[in-house]
């Protein structure tokens, strides 16, 4: 079992910029990878950002170049900062960890882009 906790979300105007931060407990020795996924109401989840272990990293074409996760492994943590918010970044964003074939998810933070 892995238990994960996110923070870090919350409203911010168009331009601006948040860090969602997430971190895992229980069986973290087999976490890989983690990410982030989000949901804006009406849409499907989407992938984000994701990270191995060995630092390889993938994202959302949306997000190219304003988004970055990066990945602490001795404090099991993800954090993905946000840089040139935009309105249609709004949305609930849920952290991830793959461990033993298995996905588990974070409760969600919500994050709002205002214009």
């Known amino acids: 079992q892995v238990h994960l906790v996110e923070s870090g979300g919350g409203l911010v105007q168009a331009g601006g910029s948040l860090r969602l931060s997430c971190t895992a407990s229980?069986?973290?020795?087999?976490?890989?990878?983690m990410g982030w996924y989000r949901q804006a109401p009406g849409k499907q989840r989407e992938l984000v950002a994701g990270i191995t272990s060995g630092g390889s990293t993938n994202y959302a074409d949306s997000v190219k170049g304003r988004f970055t996760i990066s990945r602490d492994n001795a404090k099991n943590t993800v954090s993905l900062q946000m840089n040139s918010l935009k309105p249609e970044d709004t949305a609930g964003y849920y952290c991830?960890?793959?461990?033993?074939?298995?996905?588990?998810w974070g409760q969600g933070t919500q994050v709002t882009v205002s214009s």
């Open positions: 229980g069986s973290i020795f087999s976490i890989n990878p």
């Open positions: 991830y960890a793959m461990a033993s074939g298995l996905k588990y």
